[in-house]
T-cell receptor, first 114, second 114 residues
């Protein structure tokens, strides 16, 4: 079983829809929960991150973390065709000493149609 | 501030050959990590270099190696290429090694092994 599970999609929605993207994880040591967006032929770009549990909002994007269920979500409101990309969740621990590698989900491909 | 740069962007090699990929981190970043991205496995951590020393290693065979120079630039080498090595190889640099969230990714080198 992978440490981080993510539905690969593709997820197709019409413009203006609310999109929900999710990941589950098994390692309770994870403290940072991140969402990356990756366009075709590009590297991942950090969208937003949450430390520990709770919600975080940034414009049309909202990230939620439920550590008790080991479940994280990214919501996109008023989705736009420019949001069409692959969304990757990633997680890491919080180090006192030592490098914290990122553990990624496989990514969900999102397609927003006009 | 310039981002992470990777060269070359695309490579085509044949089985049995070896390849060297290059990564220039963001100015001031001394930690460079490498990830392999494939459709089936997603992004997987290869290794991390800091102060010219490999500090952390993922679960990849010894054919995958790297090094880091005094200016923090890093190279990754894959010897005796196999078809399964076809992937997008991503480099990420960070200033704060303890926070995985602060890794910034380059555009990647797409390696195709024929």
């Amino acid at each position: 079983q992978k440490e981080v599970e993510q539905d690969p999609g593709p997820l197709s929605v019409p413009e203006g829809a609310i999109v929900s993207l999710n990941c589950t994880y098994s390692n309770s040591a994870f403290q940072y929960f991140m969402w990356y967006r990756q366009y075709s032929r590009k590297g991942p770009e950090l969208l937003m991150y949450t430390y520990s549990s709770g919600n975080k909002e940034d414009g049309r994007f909202t990230a939620q973390v439920d550590k008790s269920s080991k479940y994280i979500s990214l919501f996109i409101r008023d989705s736009q065709p420019s949001d069409s990309a692959t969304y990757l969740c990633a997680m890491s621990g919080k180090g006192v000493t030592g490098f914290q590698k990122l553990v990624f989900g496989t990514g969900t491909r999102l397609l927003v149609s006009p | 501030k310039a981002g992470v740069t990777q060269t070359p962007r695309y490579l085509i090699k044949t089985r049995g050959q070896q390849v060297t990929l290059s990564c220039s981190p963001i100015s001031g970043h001394r930690s460079v990590s490498w990830y392999q991205q494939t459709p089936g496995q997603g992004l997987q951590f290869l290794f991390e270099y800091f102060s010219e020393t490999q500090r952390n290693k993922g679960n990849f065979p010894g054919r995958f190696s790297g090094r880091q120079f005094s200016n923090s630039r890093s190279e990754m080498n894959v010897s005796t290429l196999e078809l399964g090595d076809s992937a997008l190889y991503l480099c990420a640099s960070s200033f704060n090694r303890l926070a995985g969230v602060e890794q910034f990714f380059g555009p990647g080198t797409r390696l195709t092994v024929l």
